[in-house]
């Protein structure tokens, strides 16, 4: 049965990696928050990624550690069982994969310690060893670990029926995927309202949101996402000359540069409307992609952040895997060329013509006039 908490009611859940790996971490913690609603939940994650806070009211508070420190130092691991020893926290949950997860969980010396199943020594250490599979969409992935606090013999026999058994487990009868949830700010939606309707220079066309930026770190370690400049500059003049459409260019602090190359590219005459600088907080980008009707972009972030929003994506794969990052939905289109499947980290960058990416969006667009632009997509 799901394991009780009797005196701290804290909860730590664990998750390290990009604002993208946090949005569908979402899932997880709205089951944790279903079954423990009276619980305080604590996030930690990255330094970078801390701004997930301002598009959930899942969490009660976060803590943050840099694991992509280097080099990482053996004080910097006792630090981290600190923090979770110093929380008093009755259960944790970690999204990490590797044995060392499974000892820091134990020496943090919560009651119930949740994770991948990384091993005998796992299996030892952790109350619910929870079996990894990478080949499916990374929120249900991630979710795995939430289905695992019911334990094993109520997902091998069916007569057992707790008070409480997470969504995953659940028959659907629409079948709907699992998909993350955001919660934007009332301000920022507010913000952005002003801001579309003091730029609009083509009333009543659709918004098409155009996010260009993938994350730095990822071009550090070599996983080019982008698509190029070229490309960009004249996909915008094929929405400029539909008057169906209003371009609207969004980037963030490490996208400056393509921003400024996209727009010096671009006809004197163009009728972009760029929200560079108005956006001021990950809240404020949330707040515009819902805004909008189409978000156009490369595996990132932002990609992740309009899927939570409900919002239909056309996203441009490279390197990376749609099946892993992208939940399968009508109304969310990747889009690769087909001599780049399957996906290698040996491709370099987006390989799609224009074209491709113009008629996507067109084709889009006619669906959701058709379906009256509702997406159905949570449980």
Same mark, same amino acid.
């Given at each position: 049965?799901?394991? %009780?908490?009797?005196? %701290?009611?804290?909860?730590?859940?664990?998750?390290?990696?990009?604002?993208?790996?946090?949005?569908?971490?979402?899932?997880?913690?709205? @089951?944790?928050?279903?079954?423990?609603?009276?619980?305080?939940?604590?996030?930690?994650?990255?330094?970078?990624?801390?701004?997930?806070?301002?598009?959930?009211?899942?969490?009660?508070?976060?803590?943050?550690?840099?694991?992509?420190?280097?080099?990482?130092?053996?004080?910097?691991?006792?630090?981290?069982?600190?923090?979770?020893?110093?929380?008093?926290?009755?259960?944790?949950?970690?999204?990490?994969?590797?044995?060392?997860?499974?000892?820091?969980?134990?020496?943090?010396?919560?009651?119930?310690?949740?994770?991948?199943? &990384?091993?005998?020594?796992?299996?030892?250490?952790?109350?619910? +060893?929870?079996?990894?599979?990478?080949?499916?969409?990374?929120?249900?992935?991630?979710?795995?670990?939430?289905?695992?606090?019911?334990?094993?013999?109520?997902?091998?026999?069916?007569?057992?029926?707790?008070?409480?058994?997470?969504?995953?487990?659940?028959?659907?009868?629409?079948?709907?995927?699992?998909? +993350?949830?955001?919660?934007?700010?009332?301000?920022?939606?507010?913000?952005?309202?002003?801001?579309?309707?003091?730029?609009?220079?083509?009333?009543?066309? /659709?918004?098409?949101?155009?996010?260009?930026?993938? /994350?730095?770190?990822?071009?550090?370690?070599?996983?080019?996402? %982008?698509?190029?400049?070229?490309?960009?500059?004249?996909?915008?003049?094929?929405?400029?000359?539909?008057?169906?459409?209003?371009?609207?260019?969004?980037?963030? +602090?490490?996208?400056?540069?393509?921003?400024?190359?996209?727009?010096?590219?671009?006809?004197?005459?163009?009728?972009?409307? &760029? &929200?560079?600088?108005?956006?001021? &907080?990950?809240?404020?980008?949330?707040?515009? @992609?819902?805004?909008?009707?189409?978000?156009?972009?490369?595996?990132?972030?932002?990609?992740?952040?309009?899927?939570?929003?409900?919002?239909?994506? *056309?996203?441009?794969?490279? +390197?990376?895997?749609?099946? !892993?990052?992208?939940?399968?939905?009508?109304?969310?289109?990747?889009?690769?060329?087909? @001599?780049?499947?399957?996906?290698?980290?040996?491709?370099?960058?987006?390989?799609?013509?224009?074209?491709?990416?113009?008629?996507? *969006?067109?084709?889009?667009? !006619?669906?959701?006039?058709?379906?009256?632009? /509702?997406?159905?997509?949570?449980?």
């Amino acid at each position: 049965m799901i394991p %009780t908490l009797h005196k %701290t009611n804290k909860i730590l859940a664990i998750n390290f990696g990009g604002i993208g790996d946090e949005v569908l971490f979402l899932p997880t913690l709205k @089951t944790l928050r279903k079954a423990y609603p009276k619980a305080h939940i604590t996030l930690m994650l990255e330094p970078r990624s801390r701004s997930i806070e301002q598009i959930t009211d899942l969490i009660d508070d976060t803590v943050t550690f840099d694991i992509k420190k280097r080099p990482l130092y053996l004080a910097d691991i006792v630090e981290v069982v600190h923090l979770i020893q110093d929380g008093e926290y009755e259960l944790v949950l970690s999204s990490g994969s590797s044995m060392m997860v499974s000892i820091l969980l134990y020496l943090g010396g919560s009651n119930w310690r949740v994770g991948y199943d &990384s091993g005998p020594l796992s299996r030892l250490l952790l109350t619910h +060893p929870v079996k990894l599979n990478r080949e499916q969409y990374a929120a249900d992935m991630y979710h795995d670990l939430a289905a695992g606090l019911v334990g094993d013999s109520i997902r091998t026999h069916g007569s057992v029926e707790p008070a409480w058994k997470p969504a995953a487990l659940a028959v659907l009868e629409n079948g709907a995927p699992l998909i +993350p949830e955001i919660h934007i700010p009332a301000d920022s939606i507010t913000r952005m309202e002003d801001f579309l309707r003091s730029t609009d220079t083509k009333g009543g066309a /659709s918004k098409i949101l155009l996010h260009p930026g993938t /994350s730095r770190l990822a071009v550090e370690k070599g996983i080019i996402k %982008t698509w190029e400049i070229n490309d960009w500059i004249a996909f915008i003049n094929m929405l400029n000359g539909d008057p169906e459409c209003q371009p609207i260019l969004a980037g963030g +602090p490490d996208d400056v540069e393509i921003i400024k190359e996209i727009q010096a590219g671009l006809p004197a005459h163009s009728r972009l409307i &760029s &929200s560079a600088g108005k956006t001021k &907080s990950l809240a404020d980008l949330a707040a515009l @992609t819902k805004l909008c009707d189409v978000l156009v972009c490369v595996d990132s972030a932002p990609m992740h952040i309009a899927v939570g929003a409900q919002k239909p994506v *056309v996203a441009m794969f490279g +390197p990376t895997d749609e099946a !892993k990052l992208l939940p399968k939905h009508p109304h969310f289109k990747a889009l690769r060329a087909s @001599t780049a499947s399957p996906p290698t980290l040996a491709v370099r960058g987006v390989q799609l013509p224009p074209d491709t990416v113009y008629q996507s *969006v067109k084709c889009l667009l !006619k669906e959701l006039k058709d379906q009256g632009s /509702s997406l159905a997509l949570h449980r």
